[in-house]
C-alpha cells in the first residue's frame, strides 16, 4: 500500500510509520518541522498546514491509505494558543478534504477515542466527535479506531496525568475482569503506541471500515 501519515511525529504515528515499512509499504510522513528524522525508507513530506500544500502533498502521495493521528494536549494548547477544534478537528478536515479531491478515493483511518460522542460535556470527547464527521463527510472509505489509553513507558513526553489516569483505569478494568468481565477488560485496557499501531495498520490492511475498538 501506499500509505501517508498525518502525525507521523507523534507517539503512536512514529510506531505506525515504522510498522508500515517494516512491513513493505510505501510510506509518507507528513511533518510540519524540518527537524524530524524519519527510518531510511520513509518518505519525508515536510509541509505547512494549510489548504493548498495539504492538497498537493495528497496529490503527490496518491496514497491508498491516509492515517490521521493528529492531536494537541492542554499543555500545548496553551503554548500554541490553539484547542481540539483548531489543531485535532480542523487539520483532520482539512487532510480528509485533501483527500476528497483524489480521483482514486484513500481510505481514511482515524486514531478517535472511546467516548467520543456530541452529546458529551467534555470538549476533548466532543471534539473527537466532530473528527469522526469530517471523515465520514470526506465521501472516501474510511475506519474510525476508538482508543481507549494510548500510554507507555516509550513516550517522549512526560505526561503524569495520562499514566496516573491510566494505571487508575487499569485497577478498575482488574476488578471488572475478577468479576467475569474478562473479554470487556481486555478490550478497553490500555495499550502502547506500538500495540494501537498494530491495530491501526492491521485496519488498514484489512480494508476495515465502520467503527473499530479493537
Ligand atoms: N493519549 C491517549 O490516551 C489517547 C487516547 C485516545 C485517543 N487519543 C488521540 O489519538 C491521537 C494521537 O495520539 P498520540 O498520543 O499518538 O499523539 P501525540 O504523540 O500527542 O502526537 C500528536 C501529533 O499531532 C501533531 N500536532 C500537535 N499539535 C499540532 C499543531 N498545532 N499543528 C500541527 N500538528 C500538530 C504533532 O506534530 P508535531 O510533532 O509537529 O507537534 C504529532 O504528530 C490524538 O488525537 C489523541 O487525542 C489519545
Known sequence: MRCLVFGAT?????????QLVQRGHTVFAHTRSPSQTFLPGVQVVQCAWSDDAIRTCVQEAAPDVIFLLLGTTQKRMRAEHASYETVDVGLTRMAAQAASTLEQKPRL???SALGASEKSMSAYSKSRAHMEEAVRA?????????ASFITGPDRQEYRPLERGAAVV???LLRGVSALGGKAFAERYRPRTGAEWAEVLVHAAEEKRSGVVTV
Do not use: D, E, N, Q
Open 109 to 111: 483511518i482515524l486514531l
Open 138 to 146: 470526506s465521501g472516501c472509505p474510511w475506519c474510525l479506531v476508538r
Open 169 to 171: 483505569f487499569t485497577g
Open 10 to 18: 507523534g507517539y503512536t504515528g512514529r510506531h505506525v510509520v515504522s
